[in-house]
């Protein structure tokens, strides 16, 4: 055992000097998923260097015993060195007994320091790290060319990159998988349809068909090629699910609404079509009107702000548009201009001089296409979820 993880961890390290991050294998993809960035680390709270991969058990001993320090789910932590390094910095700076919880495992009375996402701190670096990972994932996931598959519909032995394949199922099968952009893990969605189809079961509405004709037949009348986003079985492969730090609270209130596989509902297909019903209700950038339609908030904010969202952001990808959301909603609480920056103590003066000025546009594109506005700066903005709904 031990003997075969050295040799895995070796080949990783040999690997990554060559690609842009070497230790992300594509076939584990979903899995697990490891760290990204391979190197020693520092102990957070000694001197001692550890070669993560190569003596993570090692290091874990290390922390309990001597530090008497426990890691939350330290095995599946994304970028762990970059996790170390962020606690070793903050104890440098206070003792670790001011800012982690002391707590009592066993009958004896040692005391153990649980890091755990229950500090706030904590699970704002988890959630970082986090996304930084599936972000860079995506962006393999968008350059490699190296990607093979069967198509699941028809004879194409296709290889190439993967949004060219998302892009023939949509264009010769019309299968809806949406913006290839909001996708993540796409090779492990694909086999999912694909085994999901293979059973005679319905993608979008989980039915059970006898044959793969009828089958066929029902999903392209239906239009149930597509994914049921209330299906939380799909939630790893949209990146949005991952902006949020908190997305599981979101799917709990989603489950009451899950019957689509009860017997009795299969009857009116009509309703799974719109998964969109239990409305996220999105509120203007500029000001606290309220709206459940993002394109009707949009023709309020360009009638009553000048501001044409959709002209806007016609230059920008998706992770523009929404660092640009997160930083006015931002500058919208700090009471400050998006354009100008302008600081005001009352938001009355902030939206006069935002009409008077005719400030609700653009700023210089850097000061907002910055990592830190990938974070949302309220939870569960539904604007963030929508913005690709938006139409010209
Ligand atoms: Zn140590
Ligand atoms: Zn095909
Ligand atoms: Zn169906
Ligand atoms: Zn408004
Ligand atoms: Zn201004």
Redesign the pocket.
């Known amino acids: 055992m031990a003997a075969k993880e050295v040799k895995f961890c070796e080949e990783l390290e040999s690997e990554s000097e060559s690609k842009m991050f070497g230790p992300l294998n594509f076939d584990e993809v979903g899995t697990h998923s490891p760290q990204v960035t391979y190197s020693e680390v520092v102990c957070l709270l000694c001197d001692n260097i550890f070669n993560i991969p190569l003596s993570f058990e090692i290091f874990v001993r290390h922390l309990f015993e001597v530090h008497n320090l426990l890691i939350e789910d330290v095995q599946t932590m994304d970028n762990l060195p970059e996790y170390i390094r962020y606690w070793r910095d903050k104890f440098k700076q206070t003792p670790i007994e001011e800012i982690v919880p002391a707590i009592r495992i066993d009958s004896s009375h040692r005391l153990f320091f649980m890091l755990s996402t229950l500090l706030e701190d904590d699970k704002k670096l988890r959630h970082r790290l986090k996304l930084e990972h599936v972000l860079k994932v995506q962006e393999f996931e968008r350059t490699d060319t190296s990607y093979t598959r069967m198509c699941l519909f028809c004879k194409l032995d296709f290889e190439g990159k993967r949004v060219d394949f998302i892009a023939h199922l949509e264009n010769h099968h019309n299968m809806q998988l949406g913006n290839p952009q909001n996708l993540v893990y796409i090779e492990e969605l694909v086999e999912k349809i694909a085994e999901t189809v293979d059973k005679l079961i319905c993608m979008f509405c989980n039915r059970l068909f006898p044959e793969r004709m009828v089958l066929k037949e029902h999903m392209r009348k239906k239009l149930h090629k597509r994914i049921n986003r209330r299906n939380s079985d799909y939630d790893k492969f949209f990146i949005v699910n991952y902006l949020e730090s908190d997305k599981k609270a979101k799917n709990v209130n989603r489950e009451k609404d899950e019957v689509y596989t009860s017997e009795d509902s299969l009857n009116d297909d009509e309703e799974y079509y719109d998964w969109n019903e239990k409305e996220d209700v999105i509120i203007c950038l500029f000001c606290d009107k309220r709206e459940t339609d993002i394109n009707i908030l949009c023709l309020h904010m360009e009638a009553d702000h000048g501001f044409d969202f959709a002209e806007c952001m016609k230059e920008f990808d998706f992770y523009q548009k929404v660092k640009f959301v997160n930083y006015v909603r931002r500058q919208m609480h700090r009471k400050r201009?998006?354009?100008?920056?302008?600081a005001f103590t009352a938001v009355r003066s902030l939206q006069n001089?935002?009409i008077e000025?005719e400030?609700c546009k653009i700023p210089d594109i850097k000061v907002f296409d910055q990592p830190e506005f990938y974070f949302p700066t309220y939870e569960n903005d539904a604007f963030l979820y929508l913005i690709d709904d938006v139409e010209d």
């Open positions: 201009c998006l354009y100008c920056d302008v001089h935002l000025e400030h």
